[in-house]
């Protein structure tokens, strides 16, 4: 059974720092990787997709990478603006019975003025 | 944001009365999904779509029925509510690009209460 898990479960760092998030999975048998933030109390936002035959996306600020064969994925958030404080979301989407992306428990991130 | 909207937004209930969520899309996407978030579990597939008609089972999908008749609107009913089925119910689209290219955009959830 695929099981994605995300460390550090909360992390606190000041503004203008670079930052990375982990996201690991058991199974490297998916389709891809998706990483998503979330405001409390909203929905899910789609920062990035990575295909499983692709190394890194990156959009603006954020940078994703995969290695699919070691079951690892990494989100790094350049120059870091109180206005990312979010939880973040790594999923990969896998076909196990249903078709379905399998959410880690995210990261809560702080970004301090 | 991608055109997806979800009533109620808010809703209480109580125990063993039926409840009917709607996600509505306007991006005529061909999959459709709903998933809960609970805190300890994060976010769990219960039903999806892959067409008009056409619906599958989650991992969590005891309890609950979805139906699809429309291509812009997807379904989840609690038949008879309990409180185990108290959460946040998100709706999913997804395009027909292929299974590498599923990106999944979500609504902006359902908060349900069943007392």
């Known amino acids: 059974k695929q099981e994605v898990t995300q460390i550090p479960a909360a992390l606190s760092v000041p503004e203008g720092e670079n930052l990375v998030l982990n996201c690991s999975f058991t199974d490297s048998a998916i389709y891809n990787l998706q990483w998503f933030r979330q405001d409390p109390g909203k929905g899910l936002t789609s920062l990035l997709l990575i295909q499983s035959s692709q190394r890194e996306q990156t959009s603006g600020r954020l940078n994703a990478s995969l290695d699919k064969s070691s079951g690892r994925s990494t989100l790094y958030i350049a120059a870091s603006q109180p206005g990312d404080s979010a939880t973040y979301l790594c999923?990969?989407?896998?076909?196990?019975?249903?078709?379905?992306?399998?959410f880690g428990q995210g990261t809560r991130l702080t970004i301090n003025p | 944001d991608a055109g997806i909207t979800q009533s109620p937004r808010h809703k209480v209930t109580e125990t063993g009365t039926p409840v009917t969520l709607r996600c509505h899309q306007t991006e005529n996407h061909r999959y459709m999904y709903w998933y809960r978030q609970d805190p300890g579990h994060g976010l769990r597939l219960i039903h999806y779509s892959y067409g008009v008609k056409d619906t599958d089972k989650g991992e969590v999908s005891d309890g609950y029925s979805v139906s699809r008749s429309k291509t812009e609107d997807f379904l989840l009913t609690l038949e008879s509510a309990t409180s185990s089925q108290t959460s946040v119910y998100f709706c999913a689209i997804s395009d027909d690009r292929g299974l590498f290219y599923n990106e999944q955009f979500f609504g902006p959830g359902t908060r349900l209460t069943v007392l």
């Open positions: 999923a990969v989407f896998i076909i196990q019975g249903a078709q379905k992306l399998v």
